[in-house]
């Protein structure tokens, strides 16, 4: 008995012992080795600072700086730790009266009484110096740095696009990565570049007083985290390019793009009017945004990928190439041209503005003739032995191995794909099977529903430069340090023609610029070989087109200039296309004087618009001609459908 009472004595004991040694060293870990409830108490003394990291800078192609950062200060308010506030005072150092005063402080608390907030956004460092003086005054407010964009130049508004505050939809979509107050990408590409732009934030941990006054860094920032800046992009534009086409296109509405056939690099995007982008940063952002928004030129509107237009006489050069891959013609193959193209049984004609006589392949292009393209489109929808609408839909398949039709996928977004329509289209329209070549005649020129995107003429002219192929135009040529390029950018794309059959339209082209309808545009000791139009414009003076490549011989530069209203393409858009390309093989511009003045001074904007430019001017699927539609059909081909052939007025050049 005694010896059972003296080992349950030992036993107890020793759980005792135990008990004390685990107790202790639970209490050394906890004060010693772990310092988790350290930052629990000191939490009430420290003060977590977002720290921003700078977005990617852009550059151009030439490394010149298209977009940088400034800083800015946000100042931040905790409601419930401001006290004894002097409200005169820091209104006056932030400019502002007590009832926005007020109504910041009510917007905070109702965000929450115990956490930060933003109480004045983007502060500049002018008003940041003068508030930093008395911050000590005012408990419970404190500052955070930040960066906003800046355009040195002004320049390049729609390919840069902007940046916002981030939205309830973008947080939830980012899985937690964006917070109330940060900004995001919205257009251009700051939008397709988000993720590599934005970087990563960081955390900063300062110790403050019961004044709110910073004390030092916490734990010698042993829990802070560093931010990372975002990747920088070096854009394929040529600033000084980019420069000269938005002076030449001040006052005008169109577009401008020029591409690097060799590389699908864009060298000009120009979409005017434009804005600058400085007017999308800082406090004034939503009210400019606004102003912007109710322009009734309509500046926010991306031109370049989505305005959709009637092509005009531009489309002949792509006509001609698939005619020929179909072999329905030869570059000897002969029209007569005696004015224009007769159809319908004779009982309708689609001019010429001159007779031409015997006209060969390149001499269709020189002179534009539509007569013989009047023929070309009849043999490949009448000539081939099967009906209009399966020889349609082959036609068609020609043009979208070029590009039409679809989106190219540039790396910017929002961008949409213009019209071709398709055969069923048509059937729908016409209420059968039965039609031909005479029911969409207006095609065979490049007017009528179809509708390309200036993108897709610029890149129309890369091909031809490149003899049958192309490269998905873009415009971030480099990504980072390591300037990584996308692998769909490095993709060669044939565009369904045979190298051969673009030799004689290449001719026809640089006969255009030499002694045709381009000759005003020439360039000395440069071959350009390009083509006109002017485009058929239901709603008011007709557009002006270019297309150029040059020079002939391993071409540098793809082109196409779209003016809106101007009238005459070899007047307005020649010319404009002529400097450009000489500035960017030869760094001159040549033309005389008085044409450079001409177009530099002039005014093409129209001076009332009774709609918004997006409906005055994109024309799309049906703006062109809106009686194609819907007519019966008889075997005789109805006088009515005759009589409406016959009203499609006439492309000049």
């Known amino acids: 008995m005694g010896n059972s009472f003296f080992e349950r004595k030992y036993v107890i004991l020793g759980i005792f012992i135990t008990i004390a040694i685990v107790i202790v060293a639970r209490l050394f870990y906890l004060q010693i080795i772990d310092d988790s409830y350290l930052l629990s108490a000191n939490n009430n003394v420290v003060r977590k600072i977002a720290v921003y990291p700078a977005r990617g800078i852009i550059l151009d192609r030439n490394g010149k700086i298209l977009v940088q950062n400034e800083p800015v200060y946000d100042i931040l308010v905790t ?25 910041r402080m009510d917007k905070a608390r109702a965000h929450s009484p115990y956490r930060s907030s933003p109480f004045e956004k983007m502060v500049s460092t002018e008003t940041y110096a003068r508030f930093q003086e008395h911050q000590y005054k005012f408990k419970g407010f404190y500052v955070q740095n930040r960066t906003v964009r800046s355009y040195p130049d002004s320049l390049a508004a729609h390919f840069l696009g902007y940046i916002q505050e981030v939205n309830d939809r973008d947080i939830e979509r980012s899985n937690g990565f964006y917070r109330p107050g940060d900004y995001i990408g919205a257009s ?14 960081g955390v900063k941990n300062l110790m403050v007083d019961a004044l709110n006054r910073p004390k030092g860094v916490f734990m010698d920032g042993k829990y802070d985290t560093l931010a990372v800046s975002g990747e920088g992009l070096v854009s394929s534009l040529d600033k000084d390019l980019q420069l000269l086409a938005e002076r030449l296109m001040k006052n005008k509405m169109g577009s401008v793009v020029a591409i690097e056939p060799s590389t699908g690099e864009i060298l000009t995007f120009v979409s005017s ?22 322009d009734p030129t309509k500046p926010l509107f991306i031109r370049p990928i989505q305005a959709s237009y009637p092509p005009g006489s531009v489309f002949k050069v792509v006509s001609a190439l698939i005619a020929q891959q179909a072999g ?58 099967m009906s209009g609408p399966k020889a349609y839909d082959l036609w068609r398949e ?58 897709q003429m610029a890149n129309l002219m890369a091909i031809v430069a490149n003899r049958g192929f192309y490269y998905r135009p873009h415009l971030i ?18 565009a369904g023609v045979d190298e051969k059959h673009y030799e004689p339209v290449i ?22 070989c390009g083509k006109t139009g ?32 101007a009238g005459y393409g070899g007047v307005w858009a020649a010319p404009i296309a002529s400097m450009l390309v000489e500035k960017y093989i030869n760094d001159t511009i040549s033309l005389p004087k008085y044409i450079q003045d001409r177009i530099y001074n002039a005014d093409l904007l129209p001076k009332t618009l009774s709609k918004p430019p997006s409906q005055e001017t994109k024309v799309s699927t049906t703006a062109s001609t809106r009686s194609d539609h819907k007519h019966t059909l008889s075997p005789d081909h109805t006088p009515n459908l005759l009589v409406h052939h016959s009203q499609i007025r006439r492309q000049y050049d």
């Not at 409601?79 to 109504?103: G, S, W």
């Not at 480099?478 to 044939?494: H, L």
């Open 79 to 103: 409601p419930r730790e401001v006290k004894d506030l002097d409200t005169a005072l820091l209104c006056q150092l932030l400019d502002m009266d007590r009832n926005d005063f007020q109504e």
């Open 188 to 201: 251009g590409v700051e939008r397709s570049y988000e993720e590599l732009l934005r970087g990563h934030r």
């Open 273 to 294: 009017p434009a804005y600058d982008p400085n007017l999308m940063v800082g406090k004034e952002r939503g009210n400019n945004y606004m102003e912007l928004l109710h």
């Open 328 to 385: 329905v013609i030869t570059p000897h193959t002969i029209f007569n041209c005696p004015g224009g193209y007769r159809y319908g049984g004779g009982r309708a004609i689609m001019r010429c503005t001159h007779v031409d006589g015997p006209t060969d392949l390149v001499k269709s292009i020189q002179r534009s003739c539509n007569t013989y393209y009047g023929h070309v489109y009849a043999k490949m929808i009448d000539s081939r032995g």
């Open 398 to 455: 020609g043009l979208t191995k070029f590009g039409l039709g679809a989106p190219l996928g540039i790396d910017l977004p929002g961008e949409k794909g213009g019209f071709l329509p398709s055969a069923s289209y048509h059937t729908k329209n016409y209420g059968n099977e039965k039609w031909g070549s005479s029911f969409t005649i207006s095609l065979s020129i490049g007017q009528g529903q179809l509708g390309i995107t200036p993108l």
């Open 477 to 494: 040529k480099g990504i980072g340090e390591k300037q990584i390029v996308k692998e769909e950018f490095t993709e060669k794309i044939w």
């Open 507 to 528: 001719e026809g082209m640089s006969r255009a610029v030499s002694s045709g309808t381009a000759a005003g545009s020439k360039i000395k000791d440069i071959e350009m």
């Open 534 to 565: 002017t485009v058929q414009n239901p709603h008011g003076e007709n557009h002006a087109v270019f297309f150029a490549f040059a020079p002939r011989v391993n071409p540098k530069i793809a082109i196409a200039v779209f003016v809106e209203n």
